[in-house]
């Protein structure tokens, strides 16, 4: 397990590619929770009930994993499913604990110089998962790193709209 997330941290450091990982669809499940799992964490340490939080996460994911498999299927790569699918799981769920830091810090419902400075952490972290998602997006499309990170730019824009229009009623 801990050789897993090693490769999970080293593909988040852009020292790694999706297509190293095994075709698994036990990973993939594996990586699966663990991102459902940390996003909930995440989301209930932004003020969201873990019920809600959940089900938020998994539309996201589910939403990521449905334009994932219409695009690869579009373009005839649909064997390059897995592999991907697990990166961006895997990525989200470092990513995602990452994050649990900067959530932490703020104070509920106070603005302090640590909400600023946590809020600075969490623009790090969300530019840093976007270059993430285009890495992955560049080795799984064959494109370069940019297109990646402006397709991961384009769905988290998409990903934003839905889940607030759907959950929270904005």
Known sequence: MLALIRFFIDLCLLRRNPQDLPASN??????????????????????????????QVLFDVALMLALLYGALQLLGRLPRFIQSATALLG????????????????????QTEQSGVAALLFLVLI????????????HTFDIRLGQGAAVAVLYNLLSYSLVGGLFTGS
């Open 26 to 55: 036990a990973l993939l499940w594996v990586a699966l929770a663990a991102d459902a799992l940390i996003g909930a964490l995440v989301a209930a340490g932004a003020g969201i009930p873990l019920g809600p939080g959940l089900i």
């Open 91 to 110: 990525s989200g769920a470092v990513v995602g604990a990452l994050a649990l830091v900067p959530v932490s810090l703020i104070p509920s419902g106070e």
């Open 127 to 138: 530019a840093w998962s976007i270059l993430v998602t285009g890495h992955i997006l560049r």
